[in-house]
């Protein structure tokens, strides 16, 4: 069944979905829409796609089936509620929005027009990631009983002036935690669960020219019962890594490192090391570790790195449309990494935990604490 694809958003992203959509069989990539007419042509001259200037008219004249929103965080709501108003479904890149009103706008009109709509996180499909769920899903380390997660990384100067929306809180949305800590943020609630309550902090630690966090730290105590927490940074000049471990209650761990070395920036670098388990103690599984990572190294290296795991995203997604499920993940899924990182900005505002399940603030302007 083809299926027509349109991005909404011609951000350095955008074009990695691009040469993904291309790759898969029965996704006809058809038309773009971009605030900014020359980021559109770009697509039209790279392409050989139409560009628009309504999302509407764009959605009703190519029969576009499924959308890609690539725009800035804080605009992901608008152009990701007008393509489904519209007949598309929307696969809307990382986070879902900035804020829950965003979130649950969004959410809300899926529900009422019926349309699937999903969130980016492509690291799901890493295969040590892959390995790791399947382990606990399986019950090889008990329950999970302790996460953690680390993301330390470096952006320079020049990276938050490549953008003008780059290191504001209006036009951002937030700092490491709104855009380089959503994977890492998502796959920790993958494997150890819902959360109950959170503790945490944030600060610009050596970035005095933005306004947004370059580092957080949080404590987190999940429903089951399980423990937490959050180191994300990008002050660390180089890059060092991110690590997603997760201790289980019989005493076993499975963990891996999703980033090596320099992180990704679309339109600037390519992924500089490919993912590895890096601690996996389960009983009778110690010595497979090598084995494992060899193979995951050669599949990584055997593939276009940049496009493979955003094309499996995609896969997922067309499947979901084709077979009327749900994807793998979903607005809802999107919507509690935003709810992790907003208790984080509220935390730090109120000088106390925040408790799960969270409300929009619609009686506030300070943006869950962003805006002092």
Known sequence: MPINVAIIGCAKIAHLHAKAILQIPDLNFKAVWSRTPESAQKFV??????????????????NIQMAVVCT???????????????????????PLASTLQDCDRII???????????????????????????????????TPALGT?????????SYFEGDAWRGS????????????????????????????EVFGYWSNINHPYIEVEDTAVAIIRFKNGGLGNILVSNSQKPGIYGKVHIHGSNGATVGSQPEGGAMFIAGKTTIAEAP?????????????????????SDEFHSVDAMTWYFRQQLEDF?????????????????????ELFTAIYRSQRDGKPVKFPLLPEYDREDMDGRLL
């Open 276 to 296: 590895k388990l890096d601690l996996w103690t389960v009983p009778g599984e110690e010595n497979q570790l090598e084995e494992w990572n060899k193979a995951d």
């Open 149 to 157: 997660i680390q993301m330390l990384g470096w952006r320079d100067r």
């Open 45 to 62: 001259d790279e392409y050989g796609v139409k560009a628009y200037s309504s999302i509407q008219e764009m959605i009703k004249a190519e």
């Open 318 to 338: 067309k499947d979901a449309i084709i077979n009327d499920r749900q994807p793998l993940v979903t607005a809802e899924e999107g919507r509690k990494t935003v």
């Open 169 to 196: 809180w209006k036009m951002e949305g937030g700092g490491v935690l709104v855009n380089q800590s959503p994977h890492q943020l998502d796959l920790l609630q993958w494997m150890m669960g819902d959360i109950d």
């Open 72 to 94: 800035a965080h804080p605009y992901h709501a608008d152009p990701a509620i007008e393509a489904m108003e519209a007949g598309a479904n929307v696969l809307i890149e990382k």
């Open 108 to 142: 809300e009109v899926a529900a009422r027009t019926g349309r699937k709509t999903g969130v980016i996180s492509q690291r799901r499909w890493y295969q040590p990631i892959v390995r790791m769920k399947k382990a606990i899903d399986e019950g090889k380390i008990g």
